[in-house]
T-cell receptor, first 112, second 113 residues
Framework: GQNIDQPTEMTATEGAIVQINCTYQ??????LFWYQQHAGEAPTFLSY????GLEEKGRFSSFLSRSKGYSYLLLKELQMKDSASYLC?????????????FGTGTLLAVQP | DADVTQTPRNRITKTGKRIMLECSQT?????MYWYRQDPGLGLRLIYY???????NKGEISDGYSVSRQAQAKFSLSLESAIPNQTALYFC????????????FGDGTRLSIL
C-alpha cells in the first residue's frame, strides 16, 4: 500500500534550526516534493528531490535517501512567518501523470 | 497562486443540492487536478486531467464528476451533496515534466448542511 508518515506537530524557536522528517512506503518512487501551507491558504512548492542527497535553496534544504524511504526538510534561521504546515508528497511510479500522494502534514509553530 | 483561480471561495449549501466548483488557470499547463483536504487526512486526489480530452479518477472520485471545458478550465461537480463532502477543495495545475511541481489555487471552503 501507500503510506507517508510525518510528525503531526513540532515547535521551534525563532532563529533556530528545525528538521521535519518524512518516511514513505509506496509501490514506486519517482520524486518527492515538499510544500508549505499557511492556515486556510494554498500549498506552495518548496523543494523537489529525486536523487539521494541534499538540495539547498536559501534557508530551506531537503534531503532524500531512497534506500531508506526517508526525507527531511531543514529550515534554518527560523522566522515567525515560517509557522505553517509542511507537506511531504511522493510521486508514484507512472510519473507521466505527475500524481502525488500527500502526507497529512507537520504543523510547525515558531515561538519567539 | 493567482494564476490558478477558484470560484467560489466559500459556499454553504444543503444536502441533496447540486454544486459546481470552478477552476481556471493562466499558466498554460495541460495538467489539472482536483483535491479535497480534511483535517488529519491531508490532501486526497479526486480527479485529474492530462489535457482537454482526458479525464481520470483519483483515489476518492465517488460522488463527484468533472468537466474539462478547455485547457484553462476544469470544473468539479457534486451531483447530490452530502454532509461528509464538507471540506476544503483545491484545484492544481502542472506542466509536463517529472520535476514539475503542482501549483494550487486558493481553495474553496464548502460546507454542506
Amino acid at each position: 500500500g501507500q503510506n507517508i508518515d510525518q510528525p503531526t506537530e513540532m515547535t521551534a524557536t525563532e532563529g533556530a534550526i528545525v528538521q521535519i522528517n518524512c518516511t514513505y512506503q509506496t509501490s514506486g518512487f519517482n520524486g518527492l516534493f515538499w510544500y508549505q501551507q499557511h492556515a486556510g491558504e494554498a500549498p506552495t512548492f518548496l523543494s523537489y528531490n529525486v536523487l539521494d542527497g541534499l538540495e539547498e535553496k536559501g534557508r530551506f534544504s531537503s534531503f532524500l535517501s531512497r534506500s531508506k524511504g526517508y526525507s527531511y526538510l531543514l529550515l534554518k534561521e527560523l522566522q515567525m512567518k515560517d509557522s505553517a504546515s509542511y507537506l511531504c508528497a511522493v510521486r508514484d511510479r507512472g510519473g507521466a501523470t505527475n500524481k502525488l500522494i500527500f502526507g497529512t502534514g507537520t504543523l510547525l509553530a515558531v515561538q519567539p | 497562486d493567482a494564476d490558478v483561480t477558484q470560484t467560489p471561495r466559500n459556499r454553504i449549501t444543503k444536502t441533496g443540492k447540486r454544486i459546481m466548483l470552478e477552476c481556471s488557470q493562466t499558466k498554460g499547463h495541460d495538467r489539472m487536478y482536483w483535491y479535497r483536504q480534511d483535517p488529519g487526512l491531508g490532501l486526497r486526489l479526486i480527479y485529474y486531467s492530462f489535457d482537454v480530452k482526458d479525464i481520470n479518477k483519483g483515489e476518492i472520485s465517488d460522488g463527484y464528476s468533472v468537466s474539462r471545458q478547455a485547457q484553462a478550465k476544469f470544473s468539479l461537480s457534486l451531483e447530490s451533496a452530502i454532509p461528509n463532502q464538507t471540506a476544503l477543495y483545491f484545484c492544481a495545475t502542472s506542466d509536463i515534466g517529472e520535476n514539475q511541481p503542482q501549483h494550487f489555487g486558493d481553495g474553496t471552503r464548502l460546507s454542506i448542511l
